[in-house]
């Protein structure tokens, strides 16, 4: 195997698989390197509604499945190994991996962010079953229905609002006695007539056996538990970027996500962020797309000024 490359995309979620069907279109010798399956987070959608081009909507697995034919069709070539460094030699990066280490002369890192579980009973079983991390993606197959939002962020806030516009009720469950958020969120949430609030509480199983049917809760003061009747649960306790790899070399903020400027540089010349592992106001399928596809300009130009 050539261990050469124009172009490494390290991740083969919808970011790292759009940038590789535009480079690969344009005969740029490209790499994407995955860690676990090509898809990301769309192979836990079931349902994706708010992607262009799809009135019905259509399944993750078959949108990732599509991207991942397309990409190659045009010349990618994968791996699945993990990226444990990457490291600039000259004008050369080179990326190791546990197994190899791969030469190129620009990085565009694709590895984008993981939801936090609660790691209780059922959550897994009942993955996009009534369990979302994702009330933007979710939201509306919930209408007129209950549900429970478990954070005390404002990340977990504004999803519980923006539950509000489908469900029949929504009940926020935060383990402390008073949320994180800012004031003005909270001030929403406790004028909205359709939440319910439940603190000092989490959430040790979600029930059902082929979608979520209620949750059981935990007062941590009292220990007192009760089974809470609701359709679906949305987990907003956070997500932690991919970026471990990469986090000597590279500036982060303070929640480890890669700082990028409009143009989707890093603090490296030549290495490139994309996708929901940068510091992006929205993380979301269409606009990983977005940012895979203008990458390609990006990149060309630097190409360009190499040669």
């Known amino acids: 195997m050539n261990l050469n490359y124009d172009v490494i995309i390290i991740g083969a979620g919808p970011a790292g698989l759009t ?3 535009y480079l690969g279109r344009s005969k740029i010798k ?18 994706l509604e708010n992607y ?7 399944n993750g697995f078959e949108l990732a499945s599509k991207l991942d034919a397309q990409s190659k069709k045009f010349g990618a070539e994968f791996i699945f190994e993990e ?9 050369i990066f080179e990326v190791s991996t546990t197994n190899n280490k791969y030469n190129a002369k620009i990085v565009v890192i694709a590895s984008g962010s993981t939801y936090r579980h609660l790691n209780v009973e059922g959550e897994q079983k009942l993955l996009g079953k009534g369990v979302s991390f994702c009330a933007t993606c979710d939201g509306a197959f919930f209408k007129e229905q209950v549900v429970a939002v478990v954070g005390g962020g404002n990340s977990a806030l504004e999803e519980a609002l923006f539950l509000t516009r489908f469900a029949r009720e929504v009940y926020i469950i935060h383990r402390r006695d008073e949320f994180r958020a800012v004031k003005v969120l909270q001030d929403r949430i406790r004028s909205n007539s359709k939440i ?3 603190l000092n509480s989490i959430v040790t199983k979600i029930c059902g056996e082929n979608k979520v049917e209620s949750v059981i809760i935990n007062n941590v003061k009292d220990n007192k538990k009760t089974e809470l009747k609701v359709d679906g649960i949305f987990i ?20 480890g996500y890669i700082i990028t400027n409009e143009f989707l540089e890093t603090s490296v010349p030549g290495i490139y962020a994309i996708g929901d592992v940068r510091d992006t106001k929205l993380r979301q399928v269409a606009t990983a797309v977005g940012d895979g596809a203008y990458i390609f300009a990006k990149i060309e130009e630097y190409l360009k000024e190499k040669i």
């Open 19 to 21: 940038s590789a069907i």
């Open 30 to 47: 490209t790499l994407v390197i995955e860690k676990v399956a090509v898809g990301g987070k769309l192979l836990v959608i079931d349902n």
């Open 52 to 58: 262009p081009g799809f009135p019905d909507g259509i």
């Open 83 to 91: 990226v444990i460094d990457i490291k600039k030699i000259n004008d």
């Open 196 to 198: 319910k609030i439940v």
């Open 236 to 255: 907003a306790i956070g997500q932690k970027p991919n970026t471990d790899f990469c986090k000597n070399l590279l500036k982060l903020d303070e929640k």
